[in-house]
């Protein structure tokens, strides 16, 4: 299939298989009434849901094959993967002054440094 671009000169579309072989992150969140939602946020409103992880996961894969394959055939934009780039990992915060004692006594007690103790801190809150 082939598109114009922005001189309309035609281009090559990639293929159906080339865009059905691309792998997207996937959120993958337990369902408060039992089993397993997932989503693939590149692709929009391709989601499921599934007693298990391996039915949802499969289940997944299949809503991922129909959006493709769909919006390949009527000519939309498929969305590539995002990625991680965009995120350094580095982040700094501000604090009062004794909630920054509070969190160094509390690491040190522990035995780790501030910075792995609030990385603990945070991922244990963010599930």
Same mark, same amino acid.
């Given at each position: %299939?082939?598109?114009?671009?922005? $001189?309309?000169?035609?281009?090559? $579309?990639?293929?159906?298989?080339?865009?059905?072989?691309?792998?997207?992150?996937? /959120?993958?969140?337990?369902?408060?009434?039992?089993?397993?939602?997932? +989503?693939? $946020?590149?692709?929009?409103?391709?989601?499921? +849901?599934?007693?298990?992880?391996?039915? =949802? %996961?499969?289940?997944?894969?299949?809503?991922?094959?129909?959006?493709?394959? =769909?919006?390949?055939?009527?000519?939309?934009?498929?969305?590539?993967?995002? /990625?991680?780039?965009?995120? !350094?990992?580095?982040?700094?915060?501000? %604090?009062? $002054?004794?909630?920054?004692?509070?969190?160094?006594?509390?690491?040190?007690?522990?035995?780790?440094?501030?910075?792995?103790?609030?990385? !603990?801190?945070?991922?244990?809150?963010?599930?």
């Amino acid at each position: %299939m082939k598109t114009l671009n922005q $001189k309309n000169q035609p281009i090559e $579309k990639p293929s159906l298989e080339y865009y059905l072989n691309l792998q997207y992150p996937v /959120t993958l969140y337990p369902d408060p009434e039992g089993g397993y939602v997932a +989503q693939i $946020k590149d692709l929009p409103g391709c989601l499921t +849901q599934g007693e298990t992880l391996e039915e =949802t %996961m499969a289940n997944l894969n299949e809503a991922r094959e129909l959006w493709i394959e =769909t919006a390949y055939e009527i000519g939309d934009n498929i969305p590539l993967p995002s /990625t991680n780039d965009s995120y !350094s990992g580095k982040l700094i915060v501000r %604090m009062p $002054k004794s909630l920054h004692r509070r969190l160094a006594e509390t690491s040190e007690r522990e035995g780790v440094s501030l910075n792995q103790y609030i990385v !603990s801190l945070l991922s244990a809150i963010s599930r």
